[in-house]
């Protein structure tokens, strides 16, 4: 047990250690002052030079932190903050030597920065001495080999997590395609064609996850690595290394994702979030507490979510709403009460089958639910309100998205009342409630097949912090009136993915099944309705062929809608693309 590391040993172990450092250090000092023969008149000014660079060292180091950091993880900030407690103990003798200075206490003054010096280079020596023991001397060169793909300094992170004994990786080299011939923490750098053809035997690969893991996941697998991680999180002792997720590889990464535009968009602002504790929601509220909104208002009608998101959110305040946006009555009370500036709309029923077996509900929720909150914001003096929408808008085959397409409708059409009305339209994202990899993961786990309903069916994906970021810049650069479309990319084959990560899990066992496209479904998603678009500033964001619609009109249809026997027909009759399928 007198062995088995903990903080007092450690601390006492540096203490100890920092005091001997501190006496060898002012008696070489003075010993070369004085070219190694010290007259009898300085030892008091040796005993009181070292006392009080005990107290003043020792009590800054321990004020400071010093002595909380971790020896094998002694770091670059860690050294500049050691050097510059050094330096205030060393101004701090100094004083003490000028206001005391007597018969019986003289320091010449070389004494002063001899001492820092010599004790400054034994303190650092001390602190990097593990890892060098640990990187030079204990790297396991029995571990896998090893590429690291990530820019210098990432992979320079990535390095210092792996270069150690209880590693199980070797680095042989990293792949960087903006600079070579150069070394990094002894390590090669390399482009990925040149590595390739220098045909070096390679295990794993690892992937920093701002890179498009994508676009060389292919590429590795050619070359026979498939044991592929990715490296995140990075801190001041290294980053965290973990196994590649399907997640990784369908992430987009948007390369004009533009956070000050965002920032002046959020900050300072009252903000509603309705369905503030679904899966869109939750993270829009993440995101808005990233951007320093003044107040973040959470309205859900569920009260475990609503919980949940509230729990969450710590930084800035919150004002749990639990409210159903059906409710117009309630929840004009609360626009009246706390006057929201920005309100984003991300609750809505979105299960296609679900709504599909309950359609007077998805109506109400979504369009009646939708039209109370543009309503009540144009009422109240919103300055922002932006909607959440889906690519199942765009010529639908089911009653969700038909819903979604009459809220556009809507929001586009009353725009230009003192509220600048924005919808955002988007494809799935990964990880939400309703997406298929959750249900992939679970039968997975559960060693059961993958049933995927038909063998060309396609999907858009993105991650969702992704899209909740481009929502919001999507309604900071939106003037009125306008759908923006997310740039999702290129539609991924479901049976694709449902290979990948089954090729991911190591279950080669597991097979896939086809069920058969269930009620409303259809093989492919469109973001346009036809080729008309408009582009933004940014790359990722594009905006929709707008669409007019009497407003007057519009809502007399809609009460038409929640009054007909027959809600498919008037359904039809708003939106004439709907062709609705009903069978599998």
């Not at 007259?39 to 000014?45: H, I, L």
């Not at 590693?167 to 390590?187: E, M």
């Not at 690969?205 to 070359?223: C, F, H, Q, R, T």
């Amino acid at each position: 047990m007198i062995l088995h590391p903990s903080e007092l040993k450690r601390k006492t172990f540096f203490i100890l250690f920092d005091i001997i450092i501190i006496i060898i250090s002012t008696l070489i000092s003075f010993e070369l002052r004085f070219d190694f023969f010290i007259p009898q008149m300085y030892n008091s000014s040796i005993l009181i030079t070292i006392a009080t660079l005990i107290l003043a060292r020792i009590s800054l180091f321990y004020y400071f932190r010093i002595y909380n950091i971790s020896w094998r993880h002694f770091g670059f900030k860690d050294m500049t903050t050691l050097v510059y407690v050094t330096v205030f103990s060393t101004v701090f003798l100094l004083l003490v030597s000028y206001l005391l200075r007597t018969t019986e206490y003289i320091v010449p003054r070389s004494i002063i920065p001899i001492e820092f010096f010599i004790s400054l280079f034994m303190i650092l020596a001390l602190r990097v001495s593990k890892r060098l023991y640990l990187q030079s001397y204990k790297v396991n060169v029995d571990g896998k080999s090893t590429i690291v793909i990530a820019d210098l300094d990432k992979a320079n992170d990535i390095l210092r997590t792996i270069n150690n004994k209880d590693s199980d990786y070797y680095p042989v080299a990293i792949i960087n395609d903006k600079n070579k011939n150069i070394k990094v923490n002894g390590i090669e750098v390399y482009t990925l064609e040149k590595f390739i053809s220098l045909d070096i035997d390679c295990d794993v690969a690892i992937v920093d996850e701002s890179i498009n893991l994508g676009s060389v996941y292919e590429e590795l697998n050619a070359i026979g690595i498939i044991n592929i991680k990715v490296a995140s999180d990075y801190g001041d002792y290294g980053a965290e290394i973990k196994d590649v997720s399907v997640e990784d590889l369908l992430a987009r990464h948007p390369k004009d994702l533009d956070k000050d535009k965002v920032k002046d968009f959020i900050k300072d602002k009252v903000v509603l979030v309705t369905g503030a504790g679904g899966s869109i929601g939750s993270e829009i509220c993440r995101q808005c507490e990233l951007f320093g909104a003044k107040i973040l208002i959470l309205l859900d009608n569920s009260e475990y979510n609503l919980y949940a998101i509230e729990e969450e959110i710590k930084l800035i305040q919150t004002i749990p709403i639990m409210q159903s946006v059906v409710n117009k009555k309630l929840i004009d009370t609360t626009f009246q009460k706390y006057k929201p500036e920005i309100v984003i709309h991300a609750a809505a029923y979105k299960h296609v089958p679900l709504v599909e077996a309950n359609i007077t509900e998805g109506i109400i929720n979504n369009i009646v639910g939708t039209k109370n909150i543009i309503d009540l914001s144009i009422k109240h003096g919103v300055e922002k309100f932006v909607m959440i929408s889906t690519d199942k808008a765009v010529r639908p085959t089911n009653v969700m998205g038909t819903t979604k397409r009459i809220c556009e409708l809507y929001a586009q059409n009353s725009n230009g009342r003192g509220t600048d009305i924005v919808a955002v339209r988007f494809g799935n994202v990964l990880g939400s409630s309703g997406s298929v990899i959750p249900k992939f993961k679970a039968q997975i786990q559960a060693g059961k097949n993958i049933t995927v309903t038909h063998p060309d069916i396609t999907r858009y994906f993105m991650l969702i912090p992704e899209a909740c970021a481009l929502v919001l810049q999507a309604g900071a650069i939106g003037s009125g009136g306008e759908i923006f479309i997310l740039d999702m990319g290129e539609p991924i084959k479901i049976v694709d993915l449902a290979q990948k990560m089954i090729e991911l899990s190591g279950k080669p066992n597991i097979q896939i099944e086809f069920s058969g496209l269930r009620p409303g479904e259809k093989l492919y998603e469109e973001l346009l309705i036809d080729d008309s678009d408009a582009s933004t500033d940014y790359e990722s964001i594009t905006v929709a062929h707008p669409t007019p619609y009497d407003i007057k009109q519009l809502n007399l249809d809609i009460e038409e809608l929640l009054a007909s026997s027959n809600q498919l027909g008037v359904l039809k009759k708003i939106v004439p693309e709907f062709n609705h399928q009903e069978n599998k």
